[in-house]
């Protein structure tokens, strides 16, 4: 696959949608692969008597997870996130089928000379958003670019 | 906005909480989150891709939180740890039952690497008024937390708003 360089970006550019079926497993494994052991990411008695939600569901660092696997999938092993941010405005829980939707809403190249994406990333289940994560990634101005050989001041995330 | 409670306010922008990992940075657990959400980049799966763009191994950047996510069990500790423990001081001196995270935003810096060790520090930054949502009646709270290595750079910034509340 050829990287993608900034210049071959622009506002309003689309990424390619992403639709994954979750089940159980999806959520334990995400939850243990994060560390994470809060019994709401494991115990369906726990997350439905306790938490009032519907089932066990998506824990926030395993999101990020997604979120970074969805926009390195499209910048490729070049491309090298600088900020996230996300808002989970609903939980995601087995049964759902999750779907990344993204586009860019600008591209710069920084005083350090370093490139950006700025993108907008959606996950829905159904027609209900779950969440939106605003990410920045530095992308190669050219074949022989490569951000991850930046570090102090010529990284500016 | 009616002012906090004296023993909060002292809180907002102070340090608390410094502390190093349990345990060094490992490609076991980069190789299960990756498998976790299916992420196929080569960084983590192929050296000498590794080699070549990011002069060896590396962890996925989301993953900084996990290093310091404490083990479920450990000989000797009579209470079970908490990560982020100021989240939970927050439910604890607000007495609010239940929490749930609504935003994430995580900052990037040096590339975390197997053996590294890291450390961590947060800070409190704000506490809302008691305000009522679908899930219940409670607080809001952002909390910053600064990652680095045993070098003393920055790796991350991880910011969270939590939000505690009592159905």
Known sequence: MSPVLLSD???????????YDVNATTVVLGALATRDWRPQHHDYHFAT????????????????AWFERYVTDWTGPRGRLGRMRFRMKGSVFPGDTMVFTGAVTGTEVDDAGCGW????????????????????????????????????????? | ??????????????????????????????????????????LFWDDAVADEITGGPIAPPTMLSTWFRPHHWAPGRTTQALPLQVHFDMKERFELPEAVMSDNS???????????????????????DEKTTKLGTGRFWDIDVEYRNQRGDLVGVESWTGFGYRR
């Open chain 2, 106 to 128: 995580l900052t990037f810096y040096e590339p975390v690497r197997p053996g590294d060790v890291l450390s961590t520090r947060q800070v409190l930054r704000s506490v809302s």
């Open chain 1, 9 to 19: 970006v622009k506002e309003g550019f689309e990424l390619d949608p992403l639709s």
């Open chain 1, 117 to 157: 994406a700025d993108l907008e990333v959606t996950v829905k289940v159904g027609d209900e958003v779950k969440t939106t994560c605003s990410a920045r990634v530095a992308l190669p101005m050219s074949d022989d670019d490569n951000p991850w050989s930046r570090g102090g001041d010529r990284w500016k995330p």
């Open chain 2, 1 to 42: 906005m009616s002012p906090l409670p004296a023993d909060v306010a002292e809180l907002i922008g102070k340090v608390q909480y410094e502390e190093t990992g349990d345990f060094p940075v490992e490609r076991g657990y980069i190789w299960t989150s990756a498998a976790s959400v299916e992420n196929g980049n080569p």
């Open chain 1, 49 to 64: 008597e306790r938490n009032g939600v519907q089932d066990i569901f998506i824990n926030a660092p395993n999101q990020a």
